[in-house]
Every structure is written in structure tokens, then in C-alpha cells.
T-cell receptor, first 114, second 110 residues
Framework: EPEVTQTPSHQVTQMGQEVILRCVPI?????FYWYRQILGQKVEFLVS????????KSEIFDDQFSVERPDGSNFTLKIRSTKLEDSAMYFC????????????FGPGTRLLVL | DAKTTQPTSMDCAEGRAANLPCNHS???????VYWYRQIHSQGPQYIIH???NNETNEMASLIITEDRKSSTLILPHATLRDTAVYYC???????????FGPGTRLSVLP
């Protein structure tokens, strides 16, 4: 069964450094998402992406964040200058369609900012 | 904020059916009910979804009341591996993001 994959599984970085989290969505899916979950808190939506453009983003997704689909398979989340409060699990998801389509989530990347 | 209300936690004996309720009294006619679960800090796992009719798959059954204001997820024979946080989500019919509430923490006890 196809699944969303994410790399790395864990990332430790120093405050102020740039990080890139990578995702390979399910191959025939057209919509891609990033969510995050701070330890002990709810899963929060960050951004959705379709046809090489951001289609929706939350207040969390500020100028420090960017997303890209650099090739036909990868979908990346870049945090330009990490802060301590960016420490969280980051989940990528993908779906075939947009409104009310099932989203399939990857296993996540645990980001720790020191 | 999430448009659903779920109990904070529930216990279930191993081998018994786990019935997880969810209230979604403001659901509109075109909005689906989705259920996901999260084991530890793993990625949310899709379980099942439905619009009006009851649904069943290899993981669970979903019972939606006739007025669609509430639903119940049924795990027919809970195992220890079903211990997880279960989320009932009603995605907006105009937005793309899934809003996760705190969910129900289900503990399956031996």
C-alpha cells in the first residue's frame, strides 16, 4: 500500500540555523500539506500546496517558512532561521483532491532546536 | 477551532468492542465525518469516514445518527495496539485543512 514518507526522522539544529524537512507524497496525489505538533499539544495545520502554489496557510506559517516541490516526487518544508519554539513533530500529508478528501500522513520528523 | 466534541479519555478491555462517541451538532449537509488515530507521536492514521450512511472497513465501523449530529466509531475487538488518541474531524466544505481537536485517549487494558 502506498504511503507518505518523510526524512529525516529526527533533526537536531542550533537556533538560527536553516532546516529543510523532506517528504515524498503518495505518487498519484495532487495536494500536499504540512502540519506540526508541539509536544503534548494538538496537531496544527501549517500549509497546503497544489499545482506548485500555496493554496492555504495558517497564521503559524509566517515568513520564516517556505514550501517547495523541487522535483516530481519531493515536497519540502524550509524553516529559514529556526527558533526554540519551532521544536515539534512535523507531519507531511497528501490527498488526491482538495475539499474533504482523505489526507494520508507520513510518520513525521521530530525537530529539536537547541 | 474543531467543530467536534469528544470525551477526553476512555478505557476498554482487550477483546471487547470500543465505542468512541463524537458530537458534531453544527455539521452541514455536505460535510463528512472523518476519524483518525495517533499512536504515540506517530503520524495520524486514517481510519474511516462517512457522510450519511453507516460505514465499515477492515479497521472499524462508523455509525452516524440520522440527524448527523453525532457519530460513534466502533472498534469491534480492541487489542492493546489500539491504544491511541482518536480524533473525530469534520473538515470544512470550503477549506482544505483538517482541524484536530484534543481527541479521545483510548486505553485498551489487558
Amino acid at each position: 500500500e502506498p504511503e507518505v514518507t518523510q526524512t529525516p526522522s529526527h533533526q537536531v539544529t542550533q537556533m538560527g540555523q536553516e532546516v529543510i524537512l523532506r517528504c515524498v507524497p503518495i505518487s498519484n496525489h495532487l495536494y500536499f500539506y504540512w502540519y506540526r505538533q508541539i509536544l503534548g499539544q494538538k496537531v496544527e495545520f501549517l500549509v497546503s500546496f497544489y499545482n506548485n502554489e500555496i493554496s492555504e496557510k495558517s497564521e503559524i506559517f509566517d515568513d520564516q517558512f517556505s514550501v517547495e516541490r523541487p522535483d516530481g516526487s519531493n515536497f519540502t518544508l524550509k524553516i529559514r532561521s529556526t527558533k526554540l519554539e519551532d521544536s515539534a513533530m512535523y507531519f507531511c500529508a497528501s490527498s488526491r483532491g482538495d475539499i474533504q478528501e482523505t489526507q494520508y500522513f507520513g510518520p513525521g520528523t521530530r525537530l529539536l532546536v537547541l | 477551532d474543531a467543530k467536534t466534541t469528544q470525551p477526553t479519555s476512555m478505557d476498554c478491555a482487550e477483546g471487547r468492542a470500543a465505542n468512541l462517541p463524537c458530537n458534531h451538532s453544527t455539521i452541514s449537509g455536505n460535510e463528512y465525518v472523518y476519524w483518525y488515530r495517533q499512536i504515540h507521536s506517530q503520524g495520524p492514521q486514517y481510519i474511516i469516514h462517512g457522510l450519511k450512511n453507516n460505514e465499515t472497513n477492515e479497521m472499524a465501523s462508523l455509525i452516524i445518527t440520522e440527524d448527523r449530529k453525532s457519530s460513534t466509531l466502533i472498534l469491534p475487538h480492541a487489542t492493546l495496539r489500539d491504544t491511541a488518541v482518536y480524533y473525530c474531524i469534520v473538515p470544512s466544505d470550503y477549506g482544505q485543512n483538517f482541524v484536530f481537536g484534543p481527541g479521545t485517549r483510548l486505553s485498551v487494558l489487558p
